[in-house]
């Protein structure tokens, strides 16, 4: 059994930051990519950036330069520090693992709960 468990959502004023953690737990062969995703009322969830184990990252582009996406693979964590908050970046933010929980099995995507946060003033 695998966990994804985020914290750090809440409300900010324009132009704040929040940073987003999201730690997994369970049985963990080994994880692979981890992410952040959005999704806002009546919208479809999107990528807003992912790592890989290695340290790659990719970022949506309309967070570019404001968002920093890292990881502490020996807590087995991801973190999203959010900078330069915008209205626009209002939604619930989930996190997205690809773990691998057996040496015989092909590793297997991961949601969190979802964490809201509100950029408003």
């Known amino acids: 059994q695998v966990q994804l468990v985020e914290s750090g959502g809440g409300l900010v004023q324009p132009g704040g930051s929040l940073r987003l953690s999201c730690a997994a737990s369970?049985?963990?062969?080994?994880?692979?990519?981890m992410g952040w995703y959005r999704q806002a009322p009546g919208k479809e969830r999107e990528l807003v950036a992912a790592?890989?184990?290695?340290?790659?990252?990719n970022y949506a582009a309309y967070v570019k330069g404001r968002f920093t996406i890292s990881r502490d693979n020996g807590k087995n964590t991801v973190y999203l520090q959010m900078n330069s908050l915008e209205p626009e970046d209002t939604a619930v933010y989930f996190c997205?693992?690809?773990?691998?929980?057996?040496?015989?099995?092909?590793?297997?995507?991961?949601w969190g709960q979802g964490t809201q946060v509100t950029v408003s003033s």
């Open positions: 997205n693992a690809n773990i691998r929980t057996a040496w015989y099995t092909v590793p297997s995507n991961y």
């Open positions: 369970g049985r963990l062969v080994s994880i692979n990519v």
């Open positions: 790592i890989t184990s290695g340290g790659s990252t």
